[in-house]
Nanobody
Framework: QVQLVESGGGLAQAGGSLRLSCTASGRTFSNYAMGWFRQAPGKEREFVAGISRSGGRPYYADSVKGRFTISRDNAKNTAYLQMNSLKPEDTAAYFC????????????????????WGQGTQVTVSS
């Protein structure tokens, strides 16, 4: 099982930017498709973005498409989520997750498909 640790959350103003990082240890990072999820108070956890094992074919939720960019550096065992043009509705705890069962170019959006999770990092966007 890979261990995941997020960093980079914090407070931003609407229209601003933050970059989240997710560093992996314990298993071969490149064997995992990676996803970012978020959960706001009183709401269910939702898929934000995903990237395949090789780094190709990123996929985004409609709510963040054009504003967020997911990437990964397998040499550094790290995945990233660049968040631009932030909105107050982006406020949530953000979690990175690893999916070992995805196909080579596959990205799954269901949280139940992911078998490794970080502890989460809080993102708060003020208006």
């Amino acid at each position: 099982q890979v261990q995941l640790v997020e960093s980079g959350g914090g407070l931003a103003q609407a229209g601003g930017s933050l970059r989240l990082s997710c560093t992996a240890s314990g298993r071969t990072f490149s064997n995992y498709a990676m996803g970012w999820f978020r959960q706001a108070p009183g709401k269910e956890r939702e898929f934000v973005a995903g990237i395949s094992r090789s780094g190709g074919r990123p996929y985004y939720a409609d709510s963040v498409k054009g504003r967020f960019t997911i990437s990964r550096d397998n040499a550094k065992n790290t995945a990233y989520l660049q968040m631009n043009s932030l909105k107050p509705e982006d406020t949530a705890a953000y979690f990175c997750a690893g999916d070992r069962g995805a196909s080579s170019y596959g990205i799954r959006r269901a949280s139940g498909a992911y078998d490794a999770w970080g502890q989460g990092t809080q993102v708060t966007v003020s208006s």
